[in-house]
């Protein structure tokens, strides 16, 4: 099983700041790497998928960028909406063992 | 709108049996893949479960193979997760999900959620 090990735990920002979320693969994974948003009461929402390639409707201030074991999440000034919980997740295990990480919470400083 | 919408949650003693079911609209249910992923406090987000658009290919976790069957009916754009021999680790919320990419059908992304049905096993 490929582990997703996600840092940190909580994020601390302002309002006006840059949020950067890492995620590390235990093995490689190529691009096939996946971020999510969770509202409290809501089902995860798809914002990055292949590493960088923003979802559709998903706002600019978000990006994603590495490849192999080594993942970053960036939000540019982030939104009261966007103080949630993000999870990356890897979909390049064949059988499929899809695999998450534990989640990074985004709160606001 | 693409829309899921979950059903057949609820409280199950240990041992007992559960059947989920997926309601999937503004989409051609058929052309994609789709999956079962659960939540808990403690373990996080979890797949359970995937089968591809025809029902042909099915894949389940270590820790349901066995106990869990997925499936599908297209004819009623329907997605079921079966679940037996219940146990208390089994407690979380239920989401279905599809698969965004008809090309790289499994071997891609969850685009779409469900808003999630609550198994309790007590």
């Known amino acids: 099983e490929i582990v997703m090990t996600q840092s940190p735990a909580t994020l601390s920002v302002s309002p006006g700041e840059r949020a950067t979320l890492s995620c590390r693969a235990s093995?490689?994974?190529?691009?096939?790497i996946a971020w999510y948003r969770q509202k409290p009461g809501q089902a995860p929402r798809l914002l990055i998928y292949?590493?960088?390639t923003r979802a559709p409707d998903i706002p600019a201030r978000f990006s994603g960028s590495g490849s192999g074991t080594e993942f970053t999440l960036t939000i540019n000034s982030p939104q009261s909406e966007d103080f949630a919980v993000y999870y990356c997740?890897?979909?390049?295990?064949?059988?499929?063992?899809?695999?998450f990480g534990q989640g990074t919470k985004l709160e606001i400083k | 709108d693409v829309q899921l919408v979950e059903s057949g949650g609820g409280l199950q003693q240990p041992g007992g049996s559960l059947r989920l079911s997926c309601a999937a609209s503004?989409?051609?249910?058929?052309?994609?893949?789709m999956a079962w992923v659960r939540q808990t406090p403690g373990k996080g987000l979890e797949w359970v479960s995937n089968?591809?658009?025809?029902?042909?290919?099915?894949f389940y976790a270590g820790s349901v193979r066995g106990r869990f069957i997925i499936s599908r009916d297209n004819s009623k754009n329907t997605l079921y997760l079966q679940m037996t021999s219940l146990r208390a680790e089994d407690t979380a919320v239920y989401f279905c999900?599809?698969?965004?990419?008809?090309?790289?059908?499994?071997?891609?992304?969850?685009?779409?959620w469900g808003q999630g049905t609550l198994v309790t096993v007590s």
């Open positions: 093995q490689s994974v190529s691009t096939k």
């Open positions: 997740q890897q979909y390049n295990d064949w059988p499929p063992e899809y695999t």
């Open positions: 292949g590493a960088s």
């Open positions: 089968i591809n658009g025809n029902g042909g290919s099915t």
């Open positions: 503004g989409f051609t249910f058929s052309d994609y893949a």
């Open positions: 999900a599809k698969f965004s990419d008809t090309h790289f059908g499994e071997l891609s992304p969850f685009d779409v």
